[in-house]
């Protein structure tokens, strides 16, 4: 269960603000992942990182802006959001494609974030 | 990309019986199908995977089915108990590429009646 840490697990900001979240892995994984859970909506997948390099952006608006300085830390930095991106969001690690990926990936708790 | 269709959105099944949720994805490159159980307020646990090299893959209560060339799969739990009650995820992904995020289904309210 402390595999994925995510902080904070509860975020509430207006429109103007500017917050980051955060995402630790303790699993000697290599590649991390932003998931964006809403009501209703499948899991999205919003960014992926392998071995610290951007990967994939999957159609994301710019106001979400990810960072990865190492393999055990990812950011999500969130700036003029709207109230439609209330969500929960959801960090993952898990092994990057190759002969040792085991492809299995492993959630943090999630930071539940309300946009008034 | 890849879509997958997850059905039911609720099941309702009574303690002890089984219980059957199916996706079906659209892209034949996938090859990797992990089903996530997520209780209230928690995150996503993997619960059971399987990889497009085989057909069924079972771990005591629970068992998955992949029929490739239809292009679904299905999680089944026999013997169903009170702590079954979740949302049930699955998902696909190509794996060997560049990208390799999870496409997931919508989910499954699983309920059991006592």
């Known amino acids: 269960e402390t595999g994925v840490t995510q902080t904070p697990r509860h975020l509430v900001m207006g429109m103007t603000n500017k917050k980051s979240l955060k995402c630790e892995q303790h699993?000697?994984?290599?590649?991390m992942y932003w998931y964006k859970q809403s009501a209703k909506k499948p899991l999205e997948l919003m960014f992926v990182?392998?071995?610290?390099?951007?990967?994939e952006n999957n159609s994301v608006p710019s106001r979400f802006s990810p960072e990865c300085p190492n393999s055990s830390h990812l950011f999500l930095h969130l700036h003029t959001l709207q109230p439609e991106d209330s969500a929960l969001y959801l960090c993952?690690?898990?092994?990057?494609?190759?002969?040792?990926?085991?492809?299995?990936?492993?959630f943090g708790p999630g930071t539940r974030l309300t946009v008034l | 990309g890849e879509n997958v269709e997850q059905h039911p959105s609720t099941l309702s099944v009574q303690e002890g019986d089984s219980a059957v949720i199916k996706c079906t994805y659209s892209?034949?490159?996938?090859?990797?199908f992990p089903w996530y159980k997520q209780e209230l307020g928690k995150r996503p646990q993997l619960i059971i995977d399987?990889?497009?090299?085989?057909g069924e893959k079972k771990d005591q209560r629970i068992a998955v089915t992949l029929n490739k060339t239809a292009k679904h799969f299905s999680l089944h739990i026999t013997e169903t108990q009170p702590e079954d009650s979740a949302v049930y995820f699955c998902?696909?992904?190509?794996?060997?590429?560049?990208?390799?995020?999870?496409?997931f289904g919508k989910g499954t309210h699983l309920i059991i009646q006592p």
């Open positions: 993952a690690s898990g092994h990057p494609p190759g002969l040792e990926s085991t492809d299995t990936q492993y």
């Open positions: 699993l000697g994984h290599n590649a």
């Open positions: 990182y392998n071995f610290k390099e951007q990967t």
């Open positions: 892209d034949s490159a996938s090859n990797y």
């Open positions: 399987i990889r497009s090299n085989v």
């Open positions: 998902a696909a992904k190509m794996t060997g590429g560049g990208a390799d995020g999870l496409t």
